[in-house]
């Protein structure tokens, strides 16, 4: 179990050494996200069109260990853009994968720049 | 740095220290505890807890680094053995010397041991310390290898049948063995005594009364303990609770001032006879009365701390003992004087042996005042009644009301949380006064329920006063010109029925469009599945709407399971199926290797099909004559229903044929919270209709509709709405009682509570519904006719668009499914991996 969770941590900018394509900004619903897959990891991609804003974030909750963060609603806390997971509505903020619900509990955020109309992805590998 | 010496690491010794370092001034001070057990201070009360699988560190007072943290030296396992008083030192075991300026005797008690022949057997504990409970343990673990199963607790008070619980824990037969001719005879009197006594023994808890012990029998380790007239109960363990006994001996040896029975003597500053030397918790002796409660001791904390920082507070002259608390699952409280001379009150009392219910008051001889009371079975009461006994409130006129409720009457007789007195403490734990909790919101210093729990710490202890305080800031904000609203959440100042209202007047269509004119952020998983739900009721959008702002289920118009496969329910209208669609399901389910359930709804579950599986699954239903069922979404789910008289012999009228009729009309409707009906064909109620939103029964000369029943955590059966009435009659009211649930219900509210709290009631919902007292009959028609119109099957939808089957892929640039499913076999089938 916790094998599959450090297979996820925090990207700086800085630290991005591969940018990965994951596709087209329309495979992506407004306001809304999508799962794809990059070398063994599950990643949420998230078009916070509201904002003007993307996000990328391991598609893995640490609640309960399920891929399933990706089809999770968005939305805001004061001013933190926030997603929550489908299964208990775990909280995490969208910008440095904190909780929000009060667990001890944290994502990896991964940066994201869009190139025309594609979304790319930062990794450090 | 002023030194003061803490003996004695229990709870109250604890609090003393914590008490202590909350004071401004207190970093003048430097405090060193000394304990005699091994481990810091831990909650003694809830003992019990550690065979139910707690641990010592569970029960900790503090975290490890507390003691750290507050600069307080914590010396565990070094037993103080003299006070020299004249040079103000105390000398330890290990032969250590310390100097003090305030000395503080927390020491507590030990357990009373009555000198019973025999009792240093093999075999007989006390119950005290967590070395207590681990030699308990370890004696419980031997004897049942050995095939035993029964053993003893000594003393039928609170701790002796907390005791007597933690051995059931264990794995025995209790027998709980009492001197006396009651159970807890300081709280409870004879009626309350068995009353708690068939519960207790309907648990397999022996109980046994007016029993002296003259020996324990046994070699070296007990087998027995005769009683007196020969009588030998035969137990192979025995734990000993009959009473504490004060641990005074470092006062005597300082000659300090004790009392005849032990204790040391303290004034209400809690100061022994040598004014720079406390005395605080079961080990002091105050107005000739040692206190085995926590309340008492840690006021007492409270007060010897505030005196050594040379402050005012005193201790107050009559302390109160009244308890409330769960003993082994029966509830149990006891306040003011349970017992009350002939002279001095008149007692009420209340005996339900049917439903296990034991309520005594003790009336003034004026008839004005409570002075004490007992509940056994059902202490709701206890807040109520203990603050009208606190305060000495005028009780009502016919104070029987307050133990059996105002019966016929309208309001409650007992008057809300706003008649008490500023000074009346709401919050016991904590000390909390019904003041301080209002004035933190009328002078602005809180504004919220959560800035009142922060500030106040109240209901943060037991949280039996949570009701209490949630009404009184309720009402201070009310006071204050606020309008208490329940808004929806921080996106939106409105209820979710004002929102209906303005999607509906603005013509509103979507969420964005509502959050940027009337909203505020960028909404949230609260608000969003609620606008999806408004948008369904108000334009009849399926899930295929808006689906990113859609809940869970909905989202995939599937219900998620613990692995992130779904669930697929095909709806089954009325229960009904053919044998060749039956064949289909398990077709299906067999391709696609789901687990298949029948559900409570008389319809089919099938588990584990993968989000890239749906729609193809799907496909196949549609094509051989399914819909959607629903049963991811907050609407409507199922008809249930019984055979009626087409088949049954009993049966008076077509409740299968209804049902479907009902089921069809309602389908797809969506809700504030799931809505379930039911036709039963007669009375016997084989569709179990009054457990449903809505039920109908067919009676002589037509069908009897009831409303607002639910199942879940609070089961509520349903209400009779109307009598002998015919179907399209039946039709009529539920459509317009359906609109104005879903029109006028907060979020996630089901049909009982949301009757519960409309003002009025069922009488005024039959204004509404029947009489058409609100003029608003013909829309509800024409708005339910409308749904019922546009009705289309969500699933339906998606299989006739490609675009819309696009969402049901775990991955957007590759086919893979998730690697992280895993299964287990379970009875020929499968289940998902344990968590």
Same mark, same amino acid.
């Given at each position: 179990?916790?094998?599959?969770?450090?297979?996820?941590?925090?990207?700086?900018?800085?630290?991005?050494?591969?940018?990965?394509?994951?596709?087209?900004?329309?495979?992506?619903?407004?306001?809304?996200?999508?799962?794809?897959?990059?070398?063994?990891?599950?990643?949420?991609?998230?078009?916070?069109?509201?904002? $003007?804003?993307?996000?990328?974030?391991?598609?893995?909750?640490?609640?309960?260990?399920?891929?399933?963060?990706?089809?999770?609603?968005?939305?805001?806390?004061?001013?933190?853009?926030?997603?929550?997971?489908?299964?208990?509505?775990?909280?995490?903020?969208?910008?440095?994968?904190?909780?929000?619900?009060? &667990?001890?509990?944290?994502?990896?955020?991964?940066?994201?720049?869009?190139?025309?109309?594609?979304?790319?992805?930062?990794?450090?590998? | 740095?002023?030194?003061?010496?803490?003996?004695?690491?229990?709870?109250?010794?604890?609090?003393?220290?914590?008490?202590?370092?909350?004071?401004?001034?207190?970093?003048?001070?430097?405090?060193?505890?000394?304990?005699?057990?091994?481990?810091?201070?831990?909650?003694?009360?809830?003992?019990?807890?550690?065979?139910?699988?707690?641990?010592?560190?569970?029960?900790?007072?503090?975290?490890?680094?507390? %003691?750290?943290?507050?600069?307080?030296?914590?010396?565990?396992?070094?037993?103080?053995?003299?006070?020299?008083?004249?040079?103000?030192?105390?000398?330890?075991?290990?032969?250590?010397?310390?100097?003090?300026?305030?000395?503080?005797?927390?020491?507590?008690?030990?357990?009373?041991?009555?000198?019973?022949?025999?009792?240093?057997?093999?075999?007989?504990?006390?119950?005290?310390?967590?070395?207590?409970?681990?030699?308990?343990?370890?004696?419980?673990?031997?004897?049942?290898?050995?095939?035993?199963?029964?053993?003893?607790?000594?003393?039928?008070?609170?701790?002796?049948?907390?005791?007597?619980?933690?051995?059931?824990?264990?794995?025995?037969?209790?027998?709980?063995?009492?001197?006396?001719?009651?159970?807890?005879?300081?709280?409870?009197?004879?009626?309350?005594?068995?009353?708690?006594?068939?519960?207790?023994?309907?648990?397999?808890?022996?109980?046994?009364?007016?029993?002296?012990?003259?020996?324990?029998?046994?070699?070296?380790?007990?087998?027995?303990?005769?009683?007196?007239?020969?009588?030998?109960?035969?137990?192979?363990?025995?734990?000993?609770?009959?009473?504490?006994?004060?641990?005074?001996?470092?006062?005597?040896?300082?000659?300090?001032?004790?009392?005849?029975?032990?204790?040391?003597?303290?004034?209400?500053?809690?100061?022994?006879?040598?004014?720079?030397?406390?005395?605080?918790?079961?080990?002091?002796?105050?107005?000739?009365?040692?206190?085995?409660?926590?309340?008492?001791?840690?006021?007492?904390? &409270?007060?010897?701390?505030?005196?050594?920082?040379?402050?005012?507070?005193?201790?107050?002259?009559?302390?109160?003992?009244?308890?409330?608390?769960?003993?082994?699952?029966?509830?149990?409280?006891?306040?003011?004087?349970?017992?009350?001379?002939?002279?001095?009150?008149?007692?009420?009392? %209340?005996?339900?042996?049917?439903?296990?219910?034991?309520?005594?008051?003790?009336?003034?001889?004026?008839?004005?005042?409570?002075?004490?009371?007992?509940?056994?079975?059902?202490?709701?009461?206890?807040?109520?009644?203990?603050?009208?006994?606190?305060?000495?409130?005028?009780?009502?006129?016919?104070?029987?009301?307050?133990?059996?409720?105002?019966?016929?009457?309208?309001?409650?007789?007992?008057?809300?949380?706003?008649?008490?007195?500023?000074?009346?403490?709401?919050?016991?734990?904590?000390?909390?006064?019904?003041?301080?909790?209002?004035?933190?919101?009328?002078?602005?210093?809180?504004?919220?329920?959560?800035?009142?729990?922060?500030?106040?710490?109240?209901?943060?202890?037991?949280?039996?006063?949570?009701?209490?305080?949630?009404?009184?800031?309720?009402?201070?904000?009310?006071?204050?010109?606020?309008?208490?609203?329940?808004?929806?959440?921080?996106?939106?100042?409105?209820?979710?029925?004002?929102?209906?209202?303005?999607?509906?007047?603005?013509?509103?269509?979507?969420?964005?469009?509502?959050?940027?004119?009337?909203?505020?952020?960028?909404?949230?998983?609260?608000?969003?599945?609620?606008?999806?739900?408004?948008?369904?009721?108000?334009?009849?959008?399926?899930? $295929?709407?808006?689906?990113?702002?859609?809940?869970? $289920?909905?989202?995939?118009?599937?219900?998620?399971?613990?692995?992130?496969?779904?669930?697929?329910?095909?709806?089954?209208?009325?229960?009904?199926?053919?044998?060749?669609?039956?064949?289909?399901?398990?077709?299906?389910?067999?391709?696609?290797?789901? %687990?298949?359930?029948?559900?409570?709804?008389?319809?089919?579950?099938?588990?584990?099909?993968?989000?890239?599986?749906?729609?193809?699954?799907?496909?196949?239903?549609?094509?051989?004559?399914?819909?959607?069922?629903?049963?991811?979404?907050?609407?409507?789910?199922?008809?249930?229903?019984?055979?009626?008289?087409?088949?049954?012999?009993?049966?008076?009228?077509?409740?299968?044929?209804?049902?479907?009729?009902?089921?069809?009309?309602?389908?797809?409707?969506?809700?504030?919270?799931?809505?379930?009906?039911?036709?039963?064909?007669?009375?016997?109620?084989?569709?179990?209709?009054?457990?449903?939103?809505?039920?109908?029964?067919?009676?002589?000369?037509?069908?009897?509709?009831?409303?607002?029943?639910?199942?879940?955590?609070?089961?509520?059966?349903?209400?009779?709405?109307?009598?002998?009435?015919?179907?399209?009659?039946?039709?009529?009211?539920?459509?317009?009682?359906?609109?104005?649930?879903?029109?006028?219900?907060?979020?996630?509210?089901?049909?009982?509570?949301?009757?519960?709290?409309?003002?009025?009631?069922?009488?005024?919902?039959?204004?509404?519904?029947?009489?058409?007292?609100?003029?608003?009959?013909?829309?509800?028609?024409?708005?339910?006719?409308?749904?019922?119109?546009?009705?289309?099957?969500?699933?339906?939808?998606?299989?006739?668009?490609?675009?819309?089957?696009?969402?049901?892929?775990?991955?957007?640039?590759?086919?893979?499914?998730?690697?992280?499913?895993?299964?287990?076999?379970?009875?020929?089938?499968?289940?998902?991996?344990?968590?």
């Amino acid at each position: 179990m916790e094998n599959i969770l450090e297979q996820y941590s925090s990207v700086a900018l800085n630290d991005v050494k591969v940018w990965f394509n994951a596709g087209k900004t329309s495979d992506f619903p407004a306001d809304g996200g999508n799962c794809v897959k990059y070398k063994g990891k599950q990643i949420a991609v998230i078009n916070f069109e509201r904002r $003007n804003e993307w996000y990328a974030c391991q598609n893995l909750c640490p609640h309960k260990m399920e891929m399933v963060l990706s089809r999770g609603m968005i939305g805001s806390a004061d001013e933190i853009p926030k997603i929550a997971c489908p299964m208990h509505k775990k909280t995490f903020s969208l910008k440095d994968g904190s909780n929000l619900s009060g &667990d001890d509990l944290k994502i990896a955020t991964y940066p994201v720049k869009i190139v025309e109309d594609e979304v790319l992805i930062g990794f450090m590998d | 740095m002023i030194k003061i010496i803490v003996v004695g690491n229990g709870m109250v010794g604890f609090k003393f220290c914590e008490k202590f370092v909350s004071k401004s001034g207190q970093e003048k001070y430097q405090i060193t505890v000394f304990g005699e057990e091994p481990r810091r201070a831990y909650d003694r009360v809830h003992l019990s807890e550690y065979f139910a699988g707690k641990t010592a560190d569970d029960l900790s007072m503090s975290t490890a680094t507390w %003691y750290e943290e507050n600069n307080i030296i914590l010396n565990t396992s070094e037993l103080v053995t003299d006070i020299h008083k004249e040079n103000k030192t105390i000398t330890t075991h290990l032969e250590n010397t310390h100097s003090y300026d305030y000395l503080v005797l927390a020491t507590g008690s030990a357990a009373f041991v009555p000198p019973i022949e025999g009792v240093e057997k093999e075999g007989v504990f006390v119950y005290r310390t967590i070395e207590d409970l681990d030699a308990i343990m370890a004696h419980a673990k031997k004897i049942k290898q050995n095939g035993s199963t029964e053993a003893a607790v000594l003393g039928g008070g609170l701790l002796g049948l907390e005791a007597a619980k933690a051995v059931r824990d264990l794995g025995l037969n209790a027998h709980v063995v009492e001197f006396a001719p009651r159970l807890m005879p300081r709280q409870l009197d004879k009626g309350a005594s068995n009353m708690l006594r068939s519960k207790i023994e309907e648990l397999g808890i022996k109980i046994h009364l007016s029993k002296s012990t003259q020996y324990i029998d046994g070699e070296n380790t007990i087998t027995g303990m005769m009683f007196e007239e020969e009588e030998l109960l035969k137990v192979d363990m025995l734990v000993i609770s009959a009473g504490i006994k004060p641990r005074d001996e470092l006062g005597r040896g300082a000659g300090l001032e004790v009392g005849v029975r032990g204790g040391v003597v303290v004034n209400n500053k809690m100061q022994t006879s040598d004014p720079n030397i406390f005395a605080i918790g079961e080990v002091a002796l105050y107005n000739h009365m040692i206190y085995g409660l926590v309340a008492p001791g840690y006021e007492m904390a &409270d007060v010897a701390a505030e005196q050594i920082m040379q402050g005012e507070k005193t201790m107050r002259e009559s302390i109160d003992m009244s308890t409330q608390l769960k003993l082994i699952g029966v509830e149990v409280a006891s306040f003011g004087d349970p017992f009350i001379e002939q002279q001095e009150g008149t007692p009420i009392v %209340y005996e339900n042996k049917l439903n296990g219910i034991y309520k005594r008051i003790n009336i003034s001889k004026d008839g004005k005042a409570l002075l004490g009371g007992i509940l056994v079975g059902d202490s709701s009461d206890y807040n109520t009644l203990f603050q009208i006994y606190s305060n000495g409130m005028t009780i009502p006129k016919n104070p029987e009301d307050l133990i059996l409720g105002a019966r016929g009457g309208e309001s409650s007789s007992m008057g809300s949380a706003m008649d008490l007195p500023d000074t009346a403490v709401i919050c016991s734990c904590e000390n909390v006064t019904k003041g301080s909790i209002c004035c933190s919101i009328t002078d602005g210093t809180a504004e919220t329920l959560g800035d009142v729990v922060k500030l106040t710490k109240a209901t943060t202890g037991c949280g039996g006063c949570k009701p209490m305080v949630v009404d009184l800031v309720k009402e201070a904000q009310k006071s204050l010109g606020k309008e208490v609203k329940d808004v929806v959440c921080e996106h939106f100042a409105y209820s979710r029925q004002e929102l209906y209202d303005i999607v509906k007047i603005n013509k509103f269509t979507n969420h964005n469009e509502v959050l940027g004119t009337v909203g505020k952020g960028d909404g949230c998983e609260i608000c969003k599945p609620v606008l999806s739900s408004i948008f369904s009721s108000i334009y009849n959008d399926t899930a $295929n709407k808006h689906v990113v702002e859609q809940d869970s $289920n909905d989202r995939f118009l599937a219900n998620i399971q613990r692995n992130g496969t779904y669930s697929v329910v095909p709806r089954v209208t009325g229960g009904e199926i053919t044998p060749e669609k039956l064949i289909v399901l398990g077709e299906v389910a067999k391709k696609y290797n789901l %687990y298949t359930k029948i559900t409570g709804g008389q319809r089919i579950d099938l588990f584990g099909a993968e989000l890239n599986d749906l729609p193809e699954i799907w496909k196949i239903l549609i094509d051989s004559g399914f819909e959607s069922g629903h049963a991811y979404g907050k609407s409507l789910r199922t008809v249930k229903s019984c055979v009626g008289n087409t088949w049954c012999r009993y049966g008076m009228d077509d409740s299968t044929t209804f049902a479907i009729e009902l089921e069809n009309r309602y389908k797809g409707l969506r809700s504030p919270h799931k809505i379930k009906g039911g036709v039963s064909g007669c009375i016997r109620e084989c569709a179990e209709a009054r457990g449903k939103d809505f039920g109908i029964i067919a009676v002589e000369g037509g069908w009897n509709l009831y409303i607002s029943g639910n199942g879940g955590a609070n089961p509520k059966h349903a209400v009779l709405f109307a009598e002998q009435v015919d179907k399209e009659t039946c039709f009529k009211y539920l459509d317009r009682f359906l609109m104005f649930y879903i029109r006028t219900a907060g979020p996630l509210v089901r049909t009982s509570t949301w009757l519960e709290k409309l003002e009025g009631g069922l009488d005024y919902l039959k204004q509404v519904v029947i009489e058409d007292s609100l003029g608003i009959a013909e829309t509800l028609d024409k708005e339910m006719q409308e749904l019922v119109d546009s009705y289309s099957c969500e699933w339906t939808e998606v299989i006739e668009s490609p675009e819309l089957q696009k969402r049901f892929k775990h991955f957007t640039n590759s086919d893979d499914r998730d690697d992280n499913i895993e299964y287990v076999p379970m009875r020929g089938q499968i289940m998902p991996r344990p968590w």
